[in-house]
C-alpha cells in the first residue's frame, strides 16, 4: 500500500541512480557512491532484451546514513559526464534490474 | 537572563560543550558593550578562567581551552576593557603572555599540512591568535569587521542597569572529559596571489583574518547539509567588498578538507561544494581553484601523506566533474624526476584516481600526446592470470591442473569437485623440507588466480566467485601464513588495478576469508614493498583498521545496552514471574533474542568475553602494524647510515610519514593502548626519528 510504501522509503538504504552513460560501469559508480560509505552491493540496469547496461543501477548502502551523504553529496553530480540522478528506492527485489529495452 | 547564561555557561563545561561554552563567554563579553553587564564582573570572568588555564596537574589541552576562550572573546570586548579596566587589562595580557611562553608544543609538527616552514607558517592556533590580539592591542583594539548594532542605541542603553555576573566555578578535570585537540592554521594565500587591483587581503596576524575565517566557517557549519545553499551563503557573505572573499573561501574550506587528524565532514562534501562554487560563480571560482591547485602542487614536497591522499582524491573528483580539463602540460617537468618523488607520484595517483571514475581511454586522451606521459599513466586494469597455455614460465603439470579447474569451474560442478582437479599439485613448502606443512601455497595460488580471473568481469562476478567458494577458501586460509598466500595471489593477478584489490581484500575481511592481522603483514612483507610510496596500500591498511574498529565498538555498544537494559530491569519490580514467562514466549516465536528482552547474567558474561577478545585482536592489530614501521625504518636508517648515505630520502618521508598518519587517522583508538605502545614498542632503544612521532601522537590529548 501507499503508506507502506512510504515507510519503506524513510528506512531504506538503496538509491536508484538514473541518467548513467550506458557504457558506465559498476566499477565507476562504486568509486564515486563509495566515497560516501561503504556499499553493500551495486546492481546494474540491464536492456531486458540484450542484458547490457542502460542507465541506470541501484546502489544500497549498509547504514541509512551513508546513503543520506550520497544524497547530499553525489546527487546532480557528474560521472562521465553526465548529471547522476538519485532518489531513495525501497529496496531492490530480483527482476527489477532489467528495464524497458 | 544574565544569570541563565551563565549557568548556560556552566552546562556546557560540565557537558564538554566547549564550542558553546566559548560562544557564551563571547556573548557575556559582548554584553559589556550594551551596558548590560558590569566590565568588573567580566574581568572577574576572565580571571576565574586564567586560574583554571594556570592549575597545575591538568592536561594541556584544558588549560589551553580557557585561554583560547578569552582570547577568542577580545576582539568584541578590547576596545571597551581599554578604556574602562585598563590596567586589569594589561594584567591579564602579561598573565596569557607567560602561560603562552611557557606552553609545550610536541603537537605541532604533526598536524602541519606542509611539513617544512614554506612561505606561508602553519602556526599553532592559539598561538596564532595571539599574535593577532597582540596586533589587535597595539592598533587600540580597533576592529572591522564585527557587527555592533547596539551602537545605534548606546544613548539608550549607557542609562541601562548593569548586572553583574555570578562566580564561574569550572568543573574540575576528570579522567572521562575529553577537550579540544590542538590546531593549526592552514594558510595558503597572501595578498600578492590575489589581483593587484581589488580588496587586499588581511595579513596573517590581523584580527580580521581570524574573524572573517571564523564567520566563513560558522556559515559552512550551519549549511554544508545543503551544499547549494552553502555555495550561495558563503558568495553572499556581508562584507563581502572589503576582502578577497573567492581567496578566503577556497582557503576556509581547503583548510577544513586538509585538517588534522580528521576533516570535520565527508571529503566529498568539500568536493561538491566547490563544485557547486565553481558552477555559482564561474567567472572567479573555476580560477582561484586552479591558482589554489598549483600553490598546492609546488609545495607538495612537504606536504603530509594524509594532505595528499587528500589532494589527491579530491582534484581527481573535480577533474571528473568538469572533462578531466587542466593544463597538465605545465606538470611535464615532473616527468624527469625521481619517481618517488611526491611530484610525479602526485600526478600518478591523480591519473590513477581519474581511471577510477572514467575508463582507460579516456585517461590516455587527457593527457599531452607529445610528451612522455605514459611514465605516469596508470597501467590497463587488466587481470594478470599466470596459469595460461602459452606461459613458459610455469611448469606444464600446474597449467594443466589449472586448465582443468577452469573447466571445471565452466561446468559449474560443485565448489569441492572442482576443487579436486588441484589434489595432485606438489606442495612446495614439502620440497623446500618441510614435510608436515599445513597448508599449500602453490593450490592456494591456483585457485584463487583461476576464480579471479574467470571472475574478472566486473565486482559482482569476482563477489560471486568468493562467495561460491566461500567454504573451501576459509578452510584453505585456516592458518595465517595460508590467508597471507590468499592475498598474495590477489595481488599477482590484480596489481594492475588497485580499486579491484582493495574491494576484494574488503570482501574477503567481511566474509571473513582473510583476519585484519594477516592483511597487515601481507602489506608489510617483502612482496608489498615495491608498492610501499603508492596510495591504495595505506587505504587499504586504513580500511582494515577501521573493520577492527567498528567491530570492537559494535560490542561495546551492544554491551552497553545490555547492562543498561539489566539495570532498568532490576530497578523496576525485580522481575516478577510472570515477566519472565512473557519474555520466553517471545523469544519463542519469534526464535531470536529480542532487543528489549531483559538479558541475563550469563549473557552479559559472554559479552564481556567477546568485548575483551575483540579487543585484544585490536591492541594485536596494532602492535602489528606498529613493529612492522619501526623495523622497516630503523633497517632503512641503519643501512644508509652502513652506506653512509643520507637516510632522509623520498622513500623515508613517506614511509614516516605513514606512520604518522596510522597515529592520527585512528588517534582515538590507538590512544586506548598508548601504555602497551609505549612499554612494548616505542622504547629508548627505538631510533628517536621514529619514536619522535610516537611522541607527537600523545601530545595531542596531553
Known amino acids: ?101 | 537572563m544574565v544569570e541563565s547564561m551563565a549557568k548556560h555557561l556552566k552546562d556546557y563545561l560540565k557537558n564538554c560543550e566547549w564550542e558553546k561554552a566559548r560562544y557564551s563567554v563571547r556573548f557575556l563579553s559582548d554584553l559589556v558593550n550594551c551596558h548590560v553587564v558590569s566590565a568588573g564582573s567580566l574581568i572577574q570572568l576572565y580571571d576565574t578562567m586564567m586560574e583554571a588555564a594556570l592549575e597545575p596537574n591538568t592536561p594541556q589541552v584544558r588549560r589551553d581551552w580557557f585561554v583560547y576562550a578569552i582570547l577568542s572573546a577580545l576582539p568584541w570586548v578590547g576596545r571597551e576593557l581599554f578604556e574602562k579596566k585598563e590596567r586589569d587589562l594589561d594584567r591579564l595580557k602579561e598573565t596569557i603572555d607567560s602561560y603562552i611562553s611557557r606552553r609545550v608544543k610536541d603537537h605541532l609538527v604533526s598536524l602541519r599540512v606542509w611539513t617544512g616552514q614554506t612561505l606561508h607558517p602553519q602556526e599553532e592556533y592559539l598561538e596564532c591568535l595571539w599574535f593577532q590580539i597582540c596586533k589587535l592591542r597595539n592598533d587600540y583594539w580597533q576592529e572591522k569587521h564585527i557587527v555592533r548594532p547596539y551602537l545605534a542605541f548606546d544613548t539608550l542603553l549607557s542609562e541601562a542597569l548593569q548586572h553583574s555576573l555570578p562566580p564561574l566555578n569550572p568543573p574540575r578535570h576528570t579522567e572521562s572529559m575529553v577537550y579540544p585537540m590542538p590546531k593549526v592554521i592552514f594558510r595558503m594565500f597572501d595578498y600578492t596571489d590575489c589581483p593587484e587591483l581589488g580588496p587586499v587581503l588581511p595579513g596573517a596576524h590581523s584580527i580580521e583574518r581570524y574573524l572573517i575565517e571564523e564567520h566563513l566557517s560558522q556559515i559552512l557549519d550551519q549549511n554544508i547539509p545543503e551544499r547549494k545553499e552553502c555555495a550561495a551563503a558563503l558568495l553572499a557573505f556581508p562584507q563581502k567588498s572589503k576582502v578577497p572573499l573567492e581567496y578566503m573561501i577556497i582557503e576556509v574550506i581547503l583548510g577544513e578538507l586538509f585538517r588534522l587528524p580528521t576533516p570535520q565532514y565527508l571529503e566529498i562534501a568539500y568536493g561538491s561544494l566547490m563544485i557547486e562554487l565553481c558552477k555559482s560563480q564561474p567567472s572567479t571560482i573555476p580560477q582561484v581553484l586552479a591558482q589554489a591547485v598549483e600553490i598546492l602542487f609546488d609545495r607538495i614536497d612537504t606536504m603530509n601523506p594524509s594532505s595528499f591522499d587528500r589532494f589527491a582524491n579530491w582534484f581527481s573528483y573535480h577533474l571528473s566533474n568538469f572533462q578531466f580539463k587542466w593544463s597538465w602540460y605545465d606538470w611535464t617537468p615532473c616527468l624527469e624526476m625521481e619517481q618517488d618523488h611526491p611530484k610525479p607520484r602526485f600526478v600518478q595517483e591523480v591519473l590513477e584516481k581519474c581511471l577510477r571514475l572514467s575508463y582507460y581511454q579516456r585517461v590516455v586522451d587527457i593527457v599531452p600526446k607529445e610528451k612522455n606521459f605514459e611514465k605516469l599513466l596508470p597501467p590497463k586494469p587488466e587481470p594478470r592470470y599466470k596459469y595460461t597455455e602459452d606461459n613458459n614460465n610455469v611448469d606444464p603439470v600446474v597449467v594443466i591442473a589449472a586448465q582443468n579447474l577452469i573447466a571445471s569451474v565452466k561446468r559449474k560442478t560443485t565448489p569441492e569437485e572442482a576443487f579436486l582437479t588441484l589434489r595432485d599439485l606438489p606442495n612446495p613448502l614439502q620440497e623446500e623440507g618441510e614435510p608436515d606443512a599445513p597448508y599449500n601455497p602453490l593450490k592456494i595460488d591456483v585457485l584463487v588466480q583461476t576464480l579471479l580471473y574467470l571472475g574478472a568481469k566486473s565486482f559482482t562476478h569476482a563477489f560471486q566467485a568468493l562467495a561460491k567458494y566461500h567454504q573451501i577458501l576459509k578452510a584453505l586460509g585456516s592458518y595465517e601464513e595460508a590467508q597471507i598466500c590468499i592475498l598474495r595471489s590477489v595481488y599477482e593477478i590484480w596489481h594492475d588495478h588497485p580499486q579491484m584489490m582493495t574491494v576484494l581484500v574488503d570482501k574477503m575481511l567481511r566474509t571473513e576469508i582473510v583476519e585484519c592481522s594477516a592483511v597487515a603483514n601481507w602489506l608489510f612483507s617483502r612482496d608489498m614493498m615495491q608498492d610501499l610510496t603508492r596510495m591504495y596500500i595505506w587505504e587499504i591498511l586504513d580500511m582494515t583498521i577501521r573493520k577492527m574498529s567498528k567491530r570492537v565498538a559494535k560490542l561495546e555498544r551492544e554491551l552497553a545496552e545490555s547492562k543498561e537494559k539489566l539495570k532498568a530491569a532490576a530497578t523496576s519490580d525485580g522481575s516478577s514471574d510472570s515477566e519472565a514467562e512473557y519474555g520466553r514466549g517471545r523469544k519463542r516465536k519469534h526464535g531470536v533474542d529480542m532487543p528489549s528482552e531483559k538479558p541475563t547474567e550469563e549473557m552479559i558474561e559472554r559479552m564481556e568475553d567477546k568485548v575483551e577478545h575483540a579487543q585484544t585482536d585490536q591492541k594485536n592489530l596494532f602492535l602489528i602494524i606498529f613493529q612492522r614501521f619501526i623495523m622497516i625504518l630503523s633497517e632503512y636508517i641503519v643501512r644508509c647510515d652502513t652506506d653512509g648515505k643520507d637516510f632522509k630520502t623520498h622513500w623515508y618521508r613517506w614511509t614516516l610519514g605513514r606512520l604518522q598518519q596510522v597515529f592520527l587517522t585512528h588517534n582515538e583508538q590507538v590512544h586506548r593502548y598508548s601504555d602497551t605502545l609505549e612499554t612494548l614498542l616505542f622504547t629508548s632503544d627505538v631510533d628517536s626519528h621514529i619514536s619522535e612521532t610516537f611522541k607527537q601522537f600523545l601530545a595531542l590529548r596531553s
Open chain 1, 1 to 101: 500500500t501507499r503508506t507502506e510504501q512510504e515507510r519503506a522509503l524513510l528506512q531504506t538504504t538503496t538509491l536508484y541512480v538514473g541518467n548513467l552513460s550506458f557504457f558506465t560501469t559498476e566499477e565507476q559508480i562504486h568509486e564515486l557512491f563509495s566515497k560516501c560509505g561503504d556499499l553493500r552491493r551495486i546492481i546494474m540496469g540491464l536492456d531486458k532484451v540484450n542484458r547490457t547496461p542502460c542507465g541506470f543501477c541501484f546502489v544500497e548502502y549498509y547504514l541509512r546514513a551513508d546513503a543520506e551523504m550520497a544524497m547530499r553529496y553525489v546527487n546532480g553530480t557528474r560521472l562521465d559526464d553526465r548529471i547522476v540522478r538519485t532518489d531513495w528506492d525501497a529496496g531492490f527485489v530480483e527482476g527489477r534490474q532489467y528495464g524497458r529495452g
